[in-house]
């Protein structure tokens, strides 16, 4: 949108304006964590690049790959590097899965001692190129080793075999093809370890190869789907460019260029947003370190805190929590003596016969919220002070699940639109667009209370800043989501396109702003932690 349009829409200004600041490139955590360091990140670049699309993605931007692209990627990377130790394709897959899918650590590993990274790896016994002297071709796998001539008995069900129904490993262990298939498949409802199975003989630690599991599950072909799965999936863990969809039942892979911080599983997707470093759902402006630390302190207390919301009032007078154990109405504060009733929280001295006695009432007033707080408990103000931020999460929350339920039917109404004013499908989509609007500053403002929790107090001018643009992305999101909601024959199309575009704006705005120049502070429970929002 061109900022003559924006400004036709709407004009905002504000004395204390946000310097935007270019977005520095994610800092991906080390493979411990999951994630590919930028050392094995850079290390496969070119191969990954040529193998999808054969150009990098420009910083900023993104696409949905197949998986058969990855695959692809997956096999050149293994294909370079068995040309430059002279190892066999499967071996040089095993030994990058070693280092993290890392060049640089498995030639500098690999060279000053082929014999000990083999068998750390457990390919010392395989042949083909894996003891770093022997040229294979790249079109080679590790060979298999015959079963003995005269059959054999089986280890594992110690029954007579002959040897065509027998399978071996590189290690020269054998067991009946029926039980290898067996004990690969539990392998593969293990998990992703499967990768790292080795020979069911007891203490081996020769790896099983791929050419053996395609043997082996050649008659359950979903496992071995699920084994190459695994394989790419691994290729996917330590690479900084490409993630699974973590949405369920999706199966899409995203490639993001550098300094993108969430994406969206579209087009051709689930349309499911998240983000690249932790694979969670998109959280920006919250990090990915206060998200983690706040679904933790969650987890702890947001059983209590529902608890205490449903079972508990304030005090009129002195704002104690009071929990009401009894079934009577006229309650009296243990801490200032104060007596009220729990239904109207009035005066307990103005009701009486006029009210319906003592076990009912019919004053209704609604108590208004007040922000005093007690200066003596300061475990109480802190607990006061989540439930704040944790009440609003939780409320955009429900309401973001709402506006998805909303979308699910939104091209029935599109529909209903299109037949109603005769016009195209094209004059339709602004709907569709405004639900996903209002999808997205749902999920956006539920991360920014995440933010502001953590958010440091002592910076009053930039918690002001903050909470003004936070308030009107509420307002604009509460305006357009009622847009939404309205009847077809009432609904204005120029207003919700207008509107979507203004809440379009400060979205980028919050979300800019709180990245660019607020500072958090680390939860009072883990010093340690360090939140990764940019300071100006």
Known sequence: MSEEEED??????????????????????????????????????????????GKRLQDGTYTLIERSEVEAAMLAKAREVSELLEVSASCAEVLLRYTGWSSERLMEQFLADPEKVSSRCGVDKWT??????????????????????GGLTCRICFLEVPASEALTAPCGHSFCGECYEGYLANKIDEGSSCVHATCPEDKCTTLVPPKLWQRA??????????????RIDNFITFSKELRWCPAPNCGKVVRAGACVASVKCAPGGCGFSFCMKCGEEAHQPASCELVQQWAEKCQNESETANWILA??????????????????????????????????????SEHGASTGGYYKCNKFDPLKATDE???????????????????????????????????????????????????????????????????????????????????????????????????HLERFTETLSEMTEQPLETMDRTEVVNITRVTESFLHNLISGAESGLDVVPDAKDPTTKPTVAAS
């Not at 770093?132 to 790249?138: D, K, M, N, V």
């Not at 599950?217 to 695994?230: E, N, Q, R, V, W």
């Not at 009220?340 to 005066?347: E, I, K, L, Y």
Request: charged share 30%.
């Open 8 to 53: 036709e829409n709407y004009v905002y200004s504000d004395e204390d304006e946000l310097e935007l600041e270019e977005e520095e490139e994610e800092v991906y955590a080390p493979p411990s964590h999951g994630r590919a360091s930028e050392e094995g990140a850079s290390s496969r670049g070119s191969t990954e690049s040529a193998a999808m699309g």
């Open 128 to 149: 083909g190129g894996c003891e770093g002297s022997t040229a294979s071709s790249l079109d080679s796998d590790v060979a298999l080793p015959p079963a003995p001539s």
């Open 217 to 230: 599950l050649s008659g359950i072909p979903d496992k071995l789907a699920k084994y190459k799965t695994f």
């Open 311 to 348: 079972n508990t009032k304030r005090c009129p007078k002195c704002q104690t929590r009071i929990e009401k154990n009894q079934g009577c109405n006229h309650m009296s504060c243990s801490q200032c003596k104060h007596e009220f009733c729990w239904m109207c929280m009035g005066d307990w």
């Open 373 to 471: 707080e007690s200066d003596s408990a300061r475990a109480k103000r802190e607990l006061d002070r989540y439930l704040h931020y944790y009440k609003r999460y939780h409320g955009h929350d429900q309401a973001q699940k709402f506006a998805v339920k909303q979308l699910e039917a939104t091209e029935k109404r599109m529909v209903e639109l299109q037949e109603s004013t005769h016009g195209s499908w094209i004059d339709v989509q602004f709907l569709k667009t405004a639900n996903e609007m209002v999808i997205d500053c749902r999920r956006a403002l539920k991360s920014t209370y995440i933010f502001g929790y953590y958010l440091d107090p002592s910076a009053t001018k930039q918690r002001e800043l903050f909470e003004n643009l936070q308030e």
